[in-house]
């Protein structure tokens, strides 16, 4: 069984930056891919940012294109997501998710077969 723990949510102000952090348990790190989503109150979840197995291709949504930054330590097993100039737009819970893929990064949801718990940030004006 895998397990995926979101950590690192918080408040800030616009304009701060955040680290979220992604522990995944319980299968061999570099098999799956993984990607952030996040859903803002009275929205759908959305796509946010991916990285394949081993790191070499990344995706991102147009909204945090420029300003997040997603990175994995396969050894830790462990993924992140740095995100920079934040603003209130940005707030949401943010989910980890991974599954076994060999390509690049999928953007669509119901591709991916595991999934943390969440981690609320909000970001204030």
């Known amino acids: 069984q895998v397990q995926l723990v979101e950590s690192g949510g918080g408040l800030v102000q616009a304009g701060d930056s955040l680290t979220l952090s992604c522990a995944l348990s319980g299968r061999t790190f570099s098999n799956y891919a993984v990607a952030w989503f996040r859903q803002a109150p009275g929205k759908e979840r959305e796509f946010a940012a991916g990285?394949?197995?081993?790191?070499?291709?990344?995706d991102y949504a147009d909204s945090v294109k420029g300003r997040f930054t997603i990175s994995r330590d396969n050894a830790k097993n462990m993924v992140y997501l740095r995100m920079n100039t934040l603003k209130p737009e940005d707030t949401a819970v943010y989910y980890c998710a991974a599954h076994v893929f060999m390509g690049g990064v999928v953007r669509r949801q119901p591709t991916y077969d595991f999934w943390g718990q969440g981690t609320q940030v909000t970001v204030s004006s």
């Open positions: 990285v394949s197995r081993f790191g070499g291709a990344t």
